[in-house]
């Protein structure tokens, strides 16, 4: 009795420690449905119609091809395979700018651009200091937050897209 309970204890926590983290990360369930982690998202989100500005932070993209490439994807143009994970900030109120961003997440290969949304002053301040990797927000956010004085930084590069 003592020992199938101790047993059941070890099984129980080693379940806990080791087994619950692995069963988490989705290594078991790619595995058993045979999914690629570089395939393409099967749906394409539409952009939403209207102006945005995209932010692209040079220090953080130092490899200058793949900055390129990023910048010619954000900027409508079709681009190749790119093996480099981006995290995209959205300001939480903007929901054309969140829009906007799931459009281009979805042309992306799975898991390739993280989007996460952040009280806008505060994302603001942050690009004030470099800290951000990519944003991307709504003309009219842009314009109401003065985010027009990041603009011309040296290591920010900005595009405007429109989508009618």
Known sequence: MKIGR????????LFLILGLPFLRTGYLER???GADAVASSSVIIDAPSGEF????NKDVHTNAENLQTW???FSGKEIGYLFEDIICTVATGDAGGITMAQS???RLPENQME????????MLSKAEYGKFDIIIMSKEIADSFTASTLYDRDNVIMIAVKDE
């Open 104 to 106: 281009f997440q979805s």
């Open 53 to 56: 500005v995209v932010l692209i």
């Open 6 to 13: 101790h047993i059941l204890i070890i099984l129980t926590a």
């Open 71 to 73: 910048e010619d994807f």
């Open 115 to 122: 989007i996460k949304t952040e009280d806008t002053i505060l």
């Open 31 to 33: 595995k058993l449905t």
